[in-house]
């Protein structure tokens, strides 16, 4: 016969002719066998592997008038009607191209009507993926209340692109891919009844690159029997279907093991003469370097590789190359195939690629170093790290030892923010904010010295100056938001949390207000520090870092902002008949209150 419909003539027509769902076919058939048909199946997996032939198999099973039976006979009225698609009760709908809700009303309107040549009206959704949110809605309420005399079959191939809803309402089966084995198998028998002869090489190259498909395989073998003249070969085989041969790997693999880019770069012009696209040579090489890998991490697994044929020969090749070597050399390809997809010149970045694993060095002694820069496989990259290591570690070293000298004079009584006063970072000091919770030398944030030592001030001038700026009332907007993150991350800094309050923002810092000092200090850990800034970042979309003052000393700084000058501040108290008071006094004032505190005129 021709070959032309050579998959058409061999597609299955019966459960036993299926191959490599066993499992299903033995499911469905029991199902059948014991009146127990269910109104919905979802049928999943990978293309080729028969979802929908099982479905139009299932079909005609259900309503053969010798049935239900477990096999249809295909030899009644209805069995022949629904090969050939005649029958009007057994519809096949193609969600790719019908995928709109006008389409699944049409099947609701129409399944409320009996079957009129059938025993059952099987509608087989194909693609079922590609319908849209509303024709999910409106098939949601058909599988929901289903009529006695219908059955759902949805096919697809992405079944995590379907609602949870409609899958809970089928039974599903999983299609797996049809194993080389069994490929093979049925690929030498449409050969001896066609009576074409094919070399065992070729049969097994063709169901390698079928990847797990029957209905692929058969279409290969279909397209290379019509090329090759009387007797389907290997090199047939490579030639029609744009492959690579192994022979050409192998010489590639010989001359990148041996490092020789003078050799390789022949050989990626005579591919490219030959008509082989560079992705295509790079797919096909990261498989063949796989399949090395495998011969030496898995020396008898010969039936796992997928690219060769022949391994014995490859053997002694993949005892040549080093396996992290292997391991680097596939994730260099695989990005370099990644950018590929995007690339202007694909050969010359083909030849790139090549070139980068030939000039990769063995993982021996820099094996790590080589593992966290596989883009970097120069042998300069070791010189360099040595002297970078030495540096950064006297480096560590200094810093180190000037931590101890500032512990020391810390200890001694020196205060946190004295010991260069007259220096540049004592003016930093005056006027850049600080953060209140860390202290030279201590990186923890609290002092060296103990709980009672002094921290470092907080300039609150320029926060008492932007206290009333848009900046700051959005960041009060926002407060709740910020305060519900942080219980999120952690509810015991949320508790010390909020009792501040934000009251002024300035140079990306955000000054909080405590009442409390507990509370305050608290919050200034180093780890409570970092979830709040790190919450911080995220509602606002920026880095904010925090500072912290108690409420009194900010509105004591706030209220003497208002004293425009010195003049009108003594026309203020010689109107209201205060006078100005010694800051002890103030500060009594502030600790016991108004009410408790006396001040009594000395007499001379």
């Given at each position: 016969?021709?070959?032309?419909?050579?998959?058409?003539?061999?597609?299955?027509?019966?459960?036993?002719?299926?191959?490599?769902?066993?499992?299903?076919?033995?499911?469905?058939?029991?199902?059948?066998?014991?009146?127990?048909?269910?109104?919905?199946?979802?049928?999943?997996?990978?293309?080729?592997?028969?979802?929908?032939?099982?479905?139009?198999?299932?079909?005609?099973?259900?309503?053969?008038?010798?049935?239900?039976?477990?096999?249809?006979?295909?030899?009644?009225?209805?069995?022949?009607?629904?090969?050939?698609?005649?029958?009007?009760?057994?519809?096949?709908?193609?969600?790719?191209?019908?995928?709109?809700?006008?389409?699944?009303?049409?099947?609701?309107?129409?399944?409320?009507?009996?079957?009129?040549?059938?025993?059952?009206?099987?509608?087989?959704?194909?693609?079922?993926?590609?319908?849209?949110?509303?024709?999910?809605?409106?098939?949601?309420?058909?599988?929901?209340?289903?009529?006695?005399?219908?059955?759902?079959?949805?096919?697809?191939?992405?079944?995590?692109?379907?609602?949870?809803?409609i899958?809970?309402?089928?039974?599903?089966?999983?299609?797996?891919?049809?194993?080389?084995?069994?490929?093979?198998?049925?690929?030498?028998?449409?050969?001896?009844?066609?009576?074409?002869?094919?070399?065992?090489?070729?049969?097994?190259?063709?169901?390698?690159?079928?990847?797990?498909?029957?209905?692929?395989?058969?279409?290969?073998?279909?397209?290379?029997s019509?090329?090759?003249?009387?007797r389907?070969?290997?090199?047939?085989?490579?030639?029609?279907?744009?492959?690579?041969?192994?022979?050409?790997?192998?010489?590639?693999?010989e001359?990148?093991?041996?490092?020789?880019?003078?050799?390789?770069?022949?050989?990626?012009?005579?591919?490219?003469?030959?008509?082989?696209?560079?992705?295509?040579?790079?797919?096909?090489?990261?498989?063949?370097?796989?399949?090395l890998?495998?011969?030496?991490?898995?020396?008898?697994?010969?039936?796992?590789?997928?690219?060769?044929?022949?391994?014995?020969?490859?053997?002694?090749?993949?005892?040549?190359?080093?396996?992290?070597?292997?391991?680097?050399?596939?994730?260099?390809?695989?990005?370099?195939?990644?950018?590929?997809?995007?690339?202007?010149?694909?050969?010359?970045?083909?030849?790139?690629?090549?070139?980068?694993?030939?000039?990769?060095?063995?993982?021996?002694g820099?094996?790590?170093?080589?593992?966290?820069?596989?883009?970097?496989?120069?042998?300069?990259?070791?010189?360099?790290?040595?002297?970078?290591?030495?540096?950064?570690?006297?480096?560590?070293?200094?810093?180190?030892?000037?931590?101890?000298r500032?512990?020391?004079?810390?200890?001694?009584?020196?205060?946190?923010?004295?010991?260069?006063?007259?220096?540049?970072?004592?003016?930093?000091?005056?006027?850049?904010?600080?953060?209140?919770?860390?202290?030279?030398?201590?990186?923890?944030?609290?002092?060296?010295?103990?709980?009672?030592?002094?921290?470092?001030?907080?300039?609150?001038?320029?926060?008492?100056?932007?206290?009333?700026e848009?900046?700051?009332?959005?960041?009060?907007?926002?407060?709740?938001?910020?305060?519900?993150?942080v219980?999120?991350?952690?509810?015991?800094?949320?508790?010390?949390?909020?009792?501040?309050?934000?009251?002024?923002?300035?140079?990306?810092?955000?000054?909080?207000?405590?009442?409390?000092?507990?509370?305050?200090?608290?919050?200034?850990?180093?780890?409570?520090?970092?979830?709040?800034?790190?919450?911080?970042?995220?509602?606002?979309?920026?880095?904010?870092?925090?500072?912290?003052?108690?409420?009194?000393?900010?509105?004591?700084?706030?209220?003497?902002?208002?004293?425009?000058?010195?003049?009108?501040?003594l026309?203020?108290?010689?109107?209201?008949g205060?006078?100005?008071?010694?800051?002890w006094?103030?500060?009594?004032?502030?600790?016991?209150?108004?009410?408790?505190?006396?001040?009594?005129?000395?007499?001379?």
């Amino acid at each position: 016969m021709s070959h032309i419909a050579l998959y058409r003539a061999w597609r299955p027509q019966t459960f036993q002719d299926m191959v490599g769902q066993q499992h299903i076919i033995q499911t469905l058939q029991n199902a059948i066998r014991e009146q127990r048909i269910s109104h919905a199946y979802l049928f999943n997996g990978p293309r080729g592997t028969g979802k929908t032939t099982a479905a139009k198999v299932f079909a005609k099973a259900v309503n053969c008038v010798n049935g239900p039976t477990t096999e249809p006979c295909n030899e009644c009225e209805a069995c022949r009607g629904i090969t050939a698609g005649s029958i009007m009760d057994v519809v096949e709908i193609d969600a790719a191209s019908n995928r709109g809700i006008d389409e699944i009303r049409d099947i609701r309107e129409k399944v409320r009507y009996a079957p009129s040549e059938v025993r059952y009206k099987v509608y087989i959704i194909d693609e079922v993926h590609m319908l849209t949110t509303e024709a999910f809605n409106a098939l949601l309420k058909t599988l929901e209340e289903p009529p006695g005399h219908v059955i759902f079959i949805l096919a697809t191939t992405e079944p995590h692109k379907l609602p949870a809803t409609i899958i809970s309402r089928c039974q599903r089966f999983d299609f797996r891919q049809v194993s080389l084995v069994e490929q093979k198998e049925r690929l030498r028998q449409i050969c001896e009844e066609e009576q074409m002869e094919a070399d065992e090489d070729a049969l097994a190259y063709i169901a390698r690159l079928s990847d797990g498909g029957m209905r692929d395989a058969i279409g290969l073998l279909e397209q290379v029997s019509a090329f090759s003249e009387g007797r389907i070969t290997l090199d047939a085989a490579v030639d029609v279907t744009g492959g690579i041969a192994s022979e050409q790997f192998a010489q590639l693999a010989e001359a990148v093991q041996r490092r020789d880019v003078a050799a390789v770069l022949p050989l990626v012009e005579g591919m490219t003469q030959a008509g082989k696209s560079a992705d295509k040579c790079l797919e096909n090489l990261i498989y063949f370097f796989r399949d090395l890998l495998l011969l030496k991490l898995v020396p008898n697994a010969t039936a796992m590789t997928e690219r060769m044929i022949d391994t014995d020969r490859f053997h002694e090749m993949a005892q040549a190359y080093d396996k992290d070597r292997l391991f680097r050399m596939i994730d260099i390809l695989h990005q370099y195939q990644v950018e590929m997809k995007h690339a202007i010149q694909p050969q010359t970045l083909f030849e790139v690629a090549l070139m980068k694993i030939c000039t990769l060095p063995d993982a021996r002694g820099d094996q790590t170093e080589d593992s966290r820069s596989a883009h970097k496989p120069d042998a300069r990259n070791s010189e360099a790290a040595a002297p970078a290591s030495g540096d950064l570690l006297r480096l560590h070293k200094k810093v180190d030892e000037l931590e101890r000298r500032i512990e020391q004079m810390l200890k001694d009584g020196v205060p946190a923010g004295a010991g260069g006063a007259a220096g540049p970072e004592a003016e930093s000091a005056r006027t850049t904010p600080l953060r209140s919770g860390s202290s030279f030398g201590n990186r923890g944030g609290s002092p060296p010295g103990g709980a009672g030592m002094s921290r470092m001030p907080v300039k609150l001038d320029p926060y008492v100056k932007a206290r009333n700026e848009p900046e700051c009332q959005q960041i009060r907007m926002q407060w709740n938001e910020v305060l519900q993150q942080v219980k999120e991350a952690g509810i015991s800094i949320h508790a010390w949390l909020i009792n501040g309050e934000p009251v002024s923002v300035a140079d990306d810092c955000i000054l909080i207000a405590f009442k409390n000092t507990i509370h305050r200090e608290t919050t200034e850990k180093p780890a409570n520090r970092e979830v709040i800034e790190r919450v911080l970042h995220k509602v606002f979309n920026r880095n904010l870092r925090f500072v912290t003052a108690m409420v009194k000393d900010w509105q004591s700084a706030s209220e003497g902002q208002i004293e425009d000058s010195p003049g009108e501040a003594l026309e203020l108290q010689a109107e209201s008949g205060q006078k100005s008071r010694p800051e002890w006094v103030e500060e009594a004032f502030k600790l016991f209150g108004e009410d408790l505190v006396v001040v009594a005129e000395e007499k001379e």
